[in-house]
């Protein structure tokens, strides 16, 4: 059965829809399967035994808040919320172009723009931090899909945010301010990732890559990056406690920059800083609180509601469903 799936990640490594068969299989087989035959090492499975604290003392229950109604987000791969209340930002994956759509709390737009000055070739995750001025707030795109670990560097698109107000399709999209490309290379050769997270006070970037069955791993870059290619730095590995292994697929750091959220196809995961004199990199030596967040078709977006007190996220798919949980 191990085989069987690597050979399907295989095939999925080159398409969308493999991908998405690759999905299907594994959560058809996972239930009936026990950690000891799906993993290499013994530590994903130990991860799985200790997960911090279960969701249901954390987190309330998932809520469905709507539906993605707008046909143009068909691959939400990304989300994050805005700096204007009851906003969110998403994208979609490769194939649309360089577009981010801003959605309200129910799932309806509120508009869409076109990022000036980026392209789009495997877009995976949006995030939210400081830039050059610190008067402006700025989102941050991930150009960082690389399913066939080809790519020689990867790009973060960083632009002011723009100011929310109704538009109502891509055909008549304003441009945001021109983007800058901020070009990053991992030190030990290519990786798929989708999780791209920015520190909302340091504006430090963080790439986590996607590997089934095996540990996911952070890489870091610290601002002020190198105008021609920024070599991002290892800082962690992380036995994330699902069966997937570190097929992670998205992320968010909480607003007071003391929390990390992920998700998978599966389920959600928090870090939470301890108190006292960490620095934010220790985050990821805690253990993980496991969230239920839900069923959802292909879940590739998680972020933090603007006061912190709560995560929404979103699917893959036409009319995906927006789902929610809050903090106790």
Known sequence: MFVLGKSLLA????????????????????????????????EAADAIQNTRRSSTEVYGPPTLLGHLKAREINESSGLVASRTRGIYWTHNDSGDGP?????????????????????????????????????????????????????????????????????PSKSNAPLTERAEAIRLRYPDGSHDAETLLVHPFTGDIYIITKILLGKAVVYKASPPFSAAKTVLVHKAELNVPSLLGGLVTGGDISPDGRRVALCDYLSGYELLLPEGDSTFDDVWNQPFTKIDLGKQRQREGIAYRQDGRALLCTSEGVGAPLIQVVRR
């Open 99 to 167: 577009f981010i759509y801003a959605i309200d709390d129910k799932g309806a737009l509120r508009g869409v723009w076109r990022v000036a000055g980026a392209g789009a070739r495997d877009w995976e995750d949006i995030a939210a931090g400081p830039g050059p001025d610190r008067q402006q707030r700025y989102l941050y795109v991930g150009d960082i899909g690389d399913n066939d670990s080809k790519r020689s560097e990867i790009v973060v698109y960083r632009f002011p945010e723009p100011l929310p107000v109704t538009i």
């Open 11 to 42: 095939k999925s490594t080159r398409h969308k829809s493999g991908k998405t068969a690759l999905r299907l299989f594994l959560l058809a087989i996972l239930p009936t399967c026990s950690p000891s035959l799906l993993f290499k090492h013994s």
